[in-house]
Antibody
């Protein structure tokens, strides 16, 4: 079945960077864009950006521009999200999610499969 | 930037009907998708497109839209429906970025 397997929990010091991986299975890796969504404790879902694994093209939320980098390794079918210059406000669970394009009167998008999440703790 | 606004919390008696709404300019020309999230779990897609349920989602969940408002309705709410619900859409105004709603906590009494 289709699933997204994420890397394990991470702990970082303020100012450091973290790189989280997401390995899809059950479908063609390059066939669908992957999104990264985070959730700080007690807060809602926050979209960070997405990547087209086929071309490597990315789109980032404005608030993460310059600090986030989304990449992939097509030879091993894995996507990565790296966030730099971490602060305590980056403590959150980070999810990857596959996004699908649909059409019925309008074009629409939905995230049908999610990883289980990777907890990132930033603490001195 | 595009925003999607939801009521923070709603409650519903067991077996009754509850509607969760999501408002935003992007919804004038696209459909929202809806996600259910229970504590310490990843979000789960429950509704997408005009009114489509993924496999395994009970038919007590339904979706609708009008103007700039999308709605998710639970008809005959069950205890297991108690969760946070988020809407999502892509901003089609030019930047094509994704946006999530602020989230609604549904309590089943």
């Amino acid at each position: 079945q289709v699933q997204l397997v994420q890397s394990g929990a991470e702990v970082r010091r303020p100012g450091a960077a973290v790189k989280v991986s997401c390995k899809p299975s059950g479908y063609t890796f390059t066939g669908y864009d992957l999104n990264w969504v985070r959730q700080a404790p007690g807060h809602g879902l926050e979209w960070m950006g997405r990547m087209d694994p086929y071309s490597g093209t990315t789109a980032y939320a404005q608030r993460f521009q310059g600090r986030v980098t989304m990449t992939r390794n097509t030879s091993i079918g894995t996507a990565y999200m790296e966030l730099s210059n971490l602060t305590s406000e980056d403590t959150a669970v980070y999810y990857c999610a596959r996004i699908i394009k649909g059409m019925y009167a309008y074009i629409y998008y939905y995230m049908d499969v999610w990883g289980k999440g990777t907890a990132v703790t930033v603490s001195s | 930037s595009s925003e999607l606004t939801q009521d923070p919390a709603v409650s519903v008696a067991l077996g009754q009907t509850v509607r969760i709404t999501c408002q935003g300019d992007s919804l004038k020309n696209t459909y929202a998708s809806w996600y259910q999230q229970k504590p310490r779990q990843a979000p789960v897609l429950v509704m997408f497109g005009k009114d489509n349920r993924p496999s395994g989602i009970p038919d007590r969940f339904s979706g609708s839209s009008s103007g700039n408002t999308a709605s998710l309705t639970i008809t005959g709410a069950q205890a297991e429906d108690e969760a946070d619900y988020y809407c999502h859409s892509r901003d089609n105004s030019g930047n094509h970025l994704e946006v999530f709603g602020t989230g609604t906590k549904v309590t089943v009494l």
